[in-house]
């Protein structure tokens, strides 16, 4: 059943990219629609079958104690499936299994798959990583940087698109900085009201003061909401018309949307808390969140993922080349930029491990941590998390939805499957 309804979305899917893209048909190299979960041999792909059986056994047991209602596992290597896997149910009181087809809200893993569309736009010259953001959105011509007594003086350096990418704008998540001066602009301004659009609310952060100049700290932000109203203009086009053209189309994501119909309202996840986090992905609004707007599928994701494993194709598909990929996992941050600023995911002991370049994590110390040097990867609030390791040719997508959980399963993911994983 969840073979045939995917068939029919995805011929969906492949007819609306023909059209969008001007081609005749939809791309049919070794069937990119098919099912992204090419099962493998997983004692052959290295890893020891006791080991993953500890895996079943743990998250087996988060659902029977109540912990979750519900999780999905996948990891993959040199392309094939290793382990893929549902737990418990999609939600408090369902009898709906978890499968490779419940939707999650994603939330910043939304981030990685808009970042790669803009940098499409980079590949055909409609936009540069090192142009000005007033270049597309004119108001951001006239920035100012909040001073320690309050007050705001003009900022000295341009905000440049590279600096969105990398959450060096200046820009923060006001909602997450609550009992500071500036994320009390942020919520008297009237931050993610869904009522305004992607450009609407970039206007608006454009009349708040930055928490930094452009290019001096790394905080975690409303950066790449404000990149999609760049792509929208380099583009011409809606946020969700470019991803969909330019990503999940082209990869056969067919679950991949910023807003799902009525009729795959019982295929969410739902977590186990009241939260307004958790809002309904079926009603439409006007902003078009570049930063955390997604809602997607383990399988669906997958394909995203494999496609930066395989250096941006997908079963034939080119997503993006190469050599921009490797752009991307440039390093864009120094030691002094991660400790002005707030959020970044490797502080105390953990510091000058990990980098961040244009849209992605970067593991850069694997000597104390277990990811491969090259790792690159984002997660999402609610519990969603995904990573691509070269060194080892390995994926993992993982899903749960409960945000206070998300730090806990992201240390014991990477302790199971780095323990698991017995011949790199």
């Known amino acids: 059943m969840a073979y045939m309804r995917r068939s ?25 629609y098919a099912s992204s979960l090419v099962a493998g041999d997983a004692a052959a792909l290295g890893f020891d079958q006791a080991k993953l059986g500890e895996i079943r056994k743990a998250l087996n047991e988060d659902v029977i104690s109540g912990k979750i209602p519900g999780a999905y596992l996948l990891i993959a290597r040199h392309g094939q499936v290793a382990f893929a896997q549902g737990f418990g149910v999609q939600g408090p ?25 803009a940098m499409t736009l980079v590949e055909e010259g409609k936009l540069s990583v090192d ?22 003086k003009p900022a000295q350096t341009p905000m440049l698109v590279k600096h969105l990418m990398s959450h060096t704008s200046g820009l923060i998540y006001g909602f997450i900085q609550t009992n500071t001066p500036l994320g009390k602009q942020y919520a008297a301004a009237g931050e993610g009201d869904p009522s305004k659009t992607a450009r609407e609310q970039a206007k608006i952060f454009a009349g708040l ?10 905080n975690y932000s409303r950066s790449t909401d404000v990149l999609g109203a760049v792509v929208e203009v380099a583009a011409g086009k809606s946020l969700d018309v470019v991803v969909a053209e330019r990503i999940t ?25 009241t939260d307004p986090l958790y809002y309904d992905y079926v009603v439409p609004v006007a902003f078009l969140q570049g930063g955390g707007g997604l809602s997607s599928t383990p399988e669906d994701y997958l394909r995203f993922a494999e496609m930066l494993r395989n250096g941006g194709e997908y079963r034939g598909v080119r997503v993006i080349k190469t050599e921009t990929l490797d752009r991307m996992r440039q390093p864009e941050t120094t030691e002094a930029m991660r400790k002005a600023g ?8 953990m510091a000058n491990t990990m980098e961040f370049g244009l849209g992605f994590s970067l593991v850069t110390d694997d000597t104390k941590q277990r990811p491969g040097n090259g790792t690159f990867s984002w997660n999402g609030i609610a519990g969603t998390e995904f990573w691509v390791d070269p060194k080892n040719d390995l994926v993992m997508v993982f899903m749960i939805q409960d945000r206070a959980l998300l730090a806990e399963y992201q240390r014991k993911n990477r302790a199971w499957i780095y323990d698991a994983l017995v011949k790199p």
Request: proline share 10%; glycine share 6%; aromatic share 10%.
């Open 93 to 117: 009181g369902q009898s709906a299994p978890m499968t490779e087809e419940t939707i999650f809200r994603i939330f910043s893993m939304t981030k990685p798959i808009v970042t790669v569309a």
């Open 209 to 218: 003061p930055l928490a930094a100049e452009p290019g001096a700290a790394w």
């Open 131 to 152: 142009d000005p953001v007033s270049k597309y959105l004119p108001e951001y011509a006239n920035l100012t940087v909040i001073q320690p007594d309050g007050s705001a």
């Open 8 to 32: 029919i979305l995805a011929a969906s899917a492949a007819l609306a990219f023909a059209f969008a893209s001007g081609c005749q048909s939809a791309p049919t190299a070794a069937d990119p």
């Open 342 to 349: 707030l959020f970044f995911p490797a502080m105390g002991p």
């Open 249 to 273: 189309g082209p990869l056969g994501m067919a679950d991949t949307k910023f807003f799902q119909s009525k009729d795959e309202s019982a295929r969410f996840a739902q977590s186990k808390h």
